[in-house]
């Protein structure tokens, strides 16, 4: 049995990133970067006015009030290109381009325009280069913006437009393949029979795993039966790059997804890990270079597995920077138990103090199977190995889920 961390190491040495694609900008949002984004003009292009006014010489206004003659006007999108001399004023909108001459701009409310909006009266003296944005101060032609691995968000997706980028080059999204296994499952469309219960794994983990990036094919359900699953992770195989099954890991009677597995020629990299839920869990990759993931059954452990484990492979096979859950600190609201033996990730709720400390409220919850109980949840709390109770106060590491 080996430790989380040993864990997650194995499955990011297996997980390589998929080749680069190129898609246009408006296809382009939560992907990730494959390439740096360099920026191909100055920003701003020219020096720029912060606001509606005048654009002036600070030394005519060093003593007020002076007026100055009014010889144009600049607004975004149609400058004012010509010299200005000493004692003259150009009207300037916000946005607009300063012209050659002046070095600084008084806002509209501190002028008064004369002689029927001929000249102007400067009611203030301004400093130099006041309210100018100078060309190039916020980014340098040629300078690094993002980086590959980004996501693009909203935000990138304004830098891209502004830089020219119509398409962009992205890690591509990893095809998945979700099956569940159990002849105690049946379709959520069905009626349970006796000793029945819905599927509901496969949900989670198509949720789970397209909020990470993946393109996912939902199989039929497997049951128990080690000649179908090895149907269903051969096909699979042949068009997906992970395949992640949930069910069937455990060493009871009915648990064929490691039989499967090896009876296809996989190579099987753990199948037991020290954690709380989800102890048994199978990586593996087949033959063809597929990898596999064999999830325990209960739900709540495969909320747990995938985010820890599965959710890694498919963020470090789009070339992301980050492919961990982010961890942080916060104030364990209640008392908590952990074991000895296995390091726990325990469902939680995180809210704000009044003073701005991260807070963390374990969830009551009735185990691995109570999914009703971790549909609330907002991030897991980690209990190291070894901590058999931590108590209300104390600062913990938690982990934020996906949305």
Sequence with gaps: MISVDEAIRIVQAHSRPLPTESVGLTHARNRFLAEDVTADSDLPPFDRSQMD????????????RVSLRIVGESAAGRGWHQQMQAGEAVRIMTGAPVPEGADSVQQVELT???E???AVEVLQPVVQGRSIVTRGSEIKAGQIILRAGETIGAGAMAVLASFGYARVKVGRRPRVSVVATGSELVGVADKPGQDQIRDSNNYSIRAYAESAGAQVEQLPLAG???????????????????VISSGGVSVGVYDFTKAALKELGAEI?????ALRPGKPIVFARLPNGTLVFGLPGNPVSVSVTFNLFARTTILA??????TE???????LTKDLKGTQDRESYLPAELSTSSDGRLLASPLKWGGSSD?????????LIIVPKGSERLEAGATVQVMRLPA
């Design 53 to 64: 006014g005048y654009a002036i010489r600070a030394a005519d206004v060093s003593h007020v």
């Design 112 to 114: 008064r325009e004369l």
């Design 116 to 118: 029927g909006g001929n």
């Design 224 to 242: 128990d039966d080690t000649e179908l699953l090895k149907r269903q992770f051969a096909e699979a195989a042949t068009r997906s790059d992970i």
């Design 269 to 273: 990299f753990f199948e037991r890990v």
């Design 317 to 322: 096979m789009q070339g992301a920077q980050a």
């Design 325 to 331: 859950l982010q961890k942080e600190t916060a104030a």
């Design 371 to 379: 999914f009703i109980a971790f549909a609330h949840a907002t991030a």
